[in-house]
Every structure is written in C-alpha cells, then in structure tokens.
C-alpha cells in the first residue's frame, strides 16, 4: 500500500477532499446568489427585530424616568398635574433638540439619514451614527409624550442594522439597496406586527414593484422579524378588536363615501403637516427651542386631552371598542391634528405613520355614527367604519392601497371586514391622488432625486455602477493547490487568471477541475496558465446594463470580470446585481 | 521513441518535438508549437516525479491534442529538482481543449501511477515493447 506521509502532500489531498466536499454539496443544494441574499435578508430580520425591540425598551424607559409611572403614554398624562402635563412634552423637546445639536459634530460630513433616500436614489449605505443621533433624540420626543409615532425611528434603526451588514458584507449598491430595503420591511412587520404589509409597504412605496427578485428577500426578512418579536414578547396581532363584518350590502354606499371622505382629508393632513413645518421654521427660532415650543403647544392640549400624546395607539383601540362617544371624539381628533402638527412641524424626530391611523379611526368612526343616526341600515356598527377609515386613511396618505389593506388586516385579524376596506381603501387612493399627486414619503424622495439628477455619475446604468472590486484573483503560476484553496476560501465558481501588470488573462473554472480533484498527482504538474480559459467573456465599466446582460445570457457564470480598454481588470460584476439593477430600472422614475 | 540519446531536458523536448512534427500533420505550426512547449516549461516544472517529465503546451499550433512518449538512453537534467529524467511525454492540446488537456494528464498520471508499469517501460528492451507496456496499461 502506498502511504503518503509527506506534510505538504497530506495537506494538499486534505484539501482537495475539503474541494471535492464543497463541489459536492454546491451541486446537490446549488445555493444561488439569490438564496445566498436571502440567508442575508433573515439575518436582517433577526437584527432588526432586535433593534426594534430595544428602541422600545428605551422609549419606555425614558418615559418612565420623566413620569415616573410605566403605563401608556395617555394613563400616565391622566395621573399627572397640570403643570406636569404642560412641561413634559415641552422637555421633551428641548432634550431631543440638544441632542440633535450635539449629535451635529459627532456626524459632521454624514449624508441623510432617510433609509427610503438610501433605498430609491442613493448607494444604500445609511450613516449609523447620525441614525443613533436622530434615535436617541426621537426617544425623548417620544418618552415624553409627543404626538409622533415611535414606530419610524424603529424601521430607521432596523434599516440602519442592515445597512450594516451589507457594508460589512462589501454588498454592491443594488445589493446594499436591497438589504436597507430587507430591514427597512423587518423595522415595519416587528413594530406593527405585520409581516406581510412590511414587505409590501417597502415594495409598493419605496421600491415601487412587487417583482420577486425584490420581494422575496423583502419578505423573508419580514417573517424572520415578525417571529422572532413574537418569541421574545410573545405579542399577537396589534390592535384587539371586536369581530366585525360588513352588516348588508347597503352599507356599501357608505363606505363608498368614507373612502372618498378620507381621500380628502388625508391630502390635507399632509398638507397641514407641512404648514406647521413652515410656520415653526417662520418663526426664526433655533432647532431646540422650535422643538421645545411645539413640545409645550402638546402639553398645553393635553392638560385638557391627554390623549393627543403619544402615537394614538391606546386611543384607537378605545375608539374600536366605542367606548367614546362621538362629540368627545370630534375634540380627540381636533386636539390630535394640531398635536401631532406640532410636534412634526416643530421637527421631533417620529413618524407620523400612527398618527394617521389615528386620524383615520376618527374620521370612520365620525362618520360612520352619523350615518347611523341618519339612516342605521347604511352604516350598522358605526366600529366597522373606524376601522375601514383607518385603511382608507392610509391608503390615501401613503398612496399604497395593497400596504393599507394588508395592514389594517394584519394588525386586526378582521378578515370579515376585508370587502368593505379593500373598496374604500381604492376609493380613497384614487380620491387622494387626483387631489394631489404627493404621499407621505414621496415629497423628500422627489427632493433628493431632483438633486440627484444634476450628479452626472448617477443611474448612467453602466457596469461601473455595479462592480464590485478586487475579486479573488490568481497568478498564471499559481499551482493546483493555490488554486484549490482559494476556490474553498471563496464562494465563487471562476477564479480570474491575471499577470503581473494585474491585466485580465482568463479565467480558470471549477467546472473544469472538479473531476480530477481526487488526483493529487496533477498537482504537481498543473498550473493555472494550463487551464485558464482566455475565451472567458468580459464586459467593459463602460459597458450598458442590458450589453452585460447579453453577456449572461451567452455564458454561464454568475459573474463576469470587468475589464478596462488596457485590459486591466477592474473587478467583477454579478448576475444578481444586474438583474436587480434592472429591476430597479424598470419602475417608474421618480421624477416626473 | 525509446533511447533517445540527448544532454539536456531542451534537447529532450526539441528531439521528442521534431520526432511529433514528422509523424502528425496536427502539429500545424511546429515553431510555434516549441516556443509555447519551451513558455510553458519556464513557467514552473513539467515534472510529475524524479523520472517523469510530462511537457506540455496548450496551443494554438495544433488542431487536436497530440502526444509524444520517449524514453531516454541516460538520465537527463529538465530542472534543479528533476536532475534524472528518464520518461518524457509530450502533450500539445488546442486552446480551448481544457478538458482534454486534464483528462490526458490525468490518464498519463493514472498509468504511471499503475505498480510495475513505470518500471517496466524504463526495461523494455525495444521499441515495440515499450509501446505494448503503455498499450497493456491503458487497457487496465
């Protein structure tokens, strides 16, 4: 028998073994680019839960240090004095306003920090620490009762989690998107508790296709989020409600008209948001004192109506059991516009995503009750119209229909319901659209994209866009051994052969040496100049998208060496990006 | 070829190439065909074992692969770490024959690697022999 017991020999059999097990494995499992992303978009889920839930932690926290009680935001303002009422917000504000001032040197040079800017038009790397900045500050705002919604710093911090990653990870820019997109969808299903509205709120509003090449890592990381919330505080749905259903078909006419009700004020809603923005900005005053005015604005209305603090969630579920009666809710809702117009006017760091849900459960339920004293076979459960009106709202202010609808029945569970909220959902959508043309997210996007435009090194869709450099490369003397142990060290399936003026040769294939990885006698003789391929295709950085496409549907190979007039290779391009890329491409343009 | 009287592991390889080009019109550009043969050999060791030297060439000279066997009458030098070569065999694969190319180099491998038959084409004592070991061992 013919023992080896040379070191260098074991270990060049131990490592072609190692090789033949990998070819194995990647043969019988084939894990693509794509599900490779998807292991990616799980473990933004899992991180963006975590980040989710640790915001809300500390949003308690801070509440319970400035009230000194840990109930809702609304029950601890009820239990304290007026004057306490008056001062918290206003607080609040100032200490969120010092930190937003102090956070400024600490992110001097950091672009915006808006996850949907990073998502649509920029590179996908979202700045971690004006983002923690901006977190810690919304959680004074918060903390303190502010009528803003604590759940946008939640998909901000999940969208910054994976970000991370992918910058970690050296994710090309349609990857790094991707993966800002994932966590963005895990930020929205572990706050709402809704998996599949994240995926489509993210798809629908900030990518602007449901395409699967998007959607199914959107939602992988959706479900990862929403589970591990559910293991960690074992929360079912959000909202507990009594079960409703659509009483007769003569309620449709009704629900026709809600839909075109919010329609309408949801467009001025937004509007009026953005008048507080300009009157506060009017005023002159510097950011902290902007910020502790509109603070005191809420605590003044709250002496009154504690219930304009926080996001609205305790008050909506009030109002969905109808344990408030109409002419109370005329003032909550009232109170809660010109809150909530103060605190987003007055620029705390929240969303004001809950917030119109708020406004929406008001305008269904309003609705709805007067209906019912009019004509009660037109609108049986005057509850059933809070909870429609809150979709429709949505609807008409997120300009996302299929995200509201499979919100509002993912945070409720009222499948009976389903009928009347996806027609006033539409209805609304289309009401609101035609009044004006702009959403909740889509007025900042359009601002950036503009500017954006004037970059002449944005969306030119040329290869250099997607490259991604320094891919693993191998001298034309690189023996059999090196080459099989970069091809374990690396996950890919051609190893690009350069010489030493780092000019692209060829490429040597996997393919092509996997069946002699049981002979470790040709390690001694072959080298990678004797099976490089030189017909291995190559794109230009100047290339177009859809010539590097060309390229892929000639060859196969999950990547391509990008190679520069000289010859000189540049780096590598992946199939997964360009495909993405050319998703990306194919929505509509921002700009209009 | 067997007893192929020569110094140097150059003059082995010119010897075995001028031998390849006479008996196969694949080798369509013999000059060429020698300089890529001599690249390759600067590049790193065509050696295989102490005795076994295996030059080779993908190349745009040929049109399909050939091979070139010979045994030398003494031991030759190809490089410091090869001082006794006695089996030389020559391969020449077209360019994008890489497939072909490992297969010969690795049924080339297997052969040698077989007990007895390295042993036994260093003794044949003619030509005709020679030719019968390697033709009973890739039979094997």
Known sequence: MNVVTDPAKLLLERMLRLLRWRVWVQEKLQPTEWQITLLWAGFAGFLGALSSLVFQGLAEGVHQLLTGSN?????????????????????????????LMLGKHLTKGQSSTDYMEAISIGSGQVPIRASLVKSAAALFSIGSGGSIGREGPMVQLAA??????????????????????????????????????????????????????SLGPLAVSAVVAAMTVRVLTSEA??????????????????YIALGVIAGILAPWFLRSLKHAEKIFIA???????????????????????????????????????????????????????????????????????????????????LFGQAVHTIWPGGAVDPRAFALVGMGAFLSAVSHAPV????????MTLSYDIILPLMLCSVVAYYTAKGLDGRSLYSEVLKTKAAEKIGDAGFGRGQVAELMKSKPPTLSRHAHFAEIARMFLATRVNNLYVTDEQQRFLGAVSLHDIKPYLGEPELAELVIANDILREEFPRVGPESTLSEALGHFLNFEAERLP??????????????????????????????? | MTDLRVNSGDEAIRALHQRLRAATPDVRDAAQFLKDLFERSALSSVCISEDVAMPHARTTAVSRIVLGVART?????????????????????????????LQAVAALSRILKQGGTRAALLEAPTEAEFRAVLARAQLR
């Not at chain 1, 109930?71 to 100032?94: C, D, F, I, N």
């Not at chain 1, 820019?173 to 995926?199: E, H």
Request: aromatic share 8%; charged share 10%; net charge positive.
């Open chain 1, 71 to 99: 109930e809702g935001v609304v029950e601890s303002m009820k239990q304290l004095p007026w004057w306490a009422v008056l001062a918290l917000p206003a607080v609040g504000g100032l200490l969120a306003g010092i930190v």
């Open chain 1, 160 to 213: 910054v989690m994976a970000s991370f990653i992918g910058r970690w990870r050296q994710f090309t820019p349609p990857q790094l998107r991707l993966m800002v997109a994932c966590g963005a969808s895990a930020g929205i299903a572990s706050a709402y508790n809704a998996p599949i509205a994240g995926s489509f709120f993210v798809a629908e509003i900030i990518l602007g296709t449901i395409a699967m090449e």
């Open chain 1, 237 to 254: 749905q959000l909202y507990k409600v009594p079960e409703f259903r659509l009483g007769s078909p003569l309620e449709m006419p009704a």
């Open chain 1, 283 to 365: 005023t002159k005053l510097p950011l902290v004192a902007r910020m502790t005015l509109g603070g005191l604005i809420v605590g003044a209305l709250a002496i009154q109506v504690p219930e304009v603090c926080g996001n609205g969630y305790s008050v909506v579920v009030t109002i969905l059991k109808g344990q408030v009666l109409w002419t109370t809710l005329l003032l909550f809702v009232a109170c809660k516009w010109l809150a909530t117009a103060s605190s987003f006017g007055s620029g705390a760091p929240g969303g004001v995503f809950t917030p119109s849900l708020f406004m929406g459960a008001g305008a269904g339920f």
């Open chain 1, 403 to 410: 995200m509201a609808v499979i919100m509002l029945f993912e």
């Open chain 1, 562 to 592: 990008v190679v520069d007039p000289s010859g000189k290779l540049l780096g590598s391009l992946s199939k997964g990006d360009l495909l993405l890329a050319l998703v990306e491409m194919r929505k509509k343009p921002l700009v209009v």
């Open chain 2, 73 to 101: 009458a003494a031991p030759v030098s190809f490089d410091v770490e090869h001082p006794g070569v006695r089996l030389i065999f020559m391969i020449g694969t077209p360019k994008a024959a890489v497939t072909e190319y």
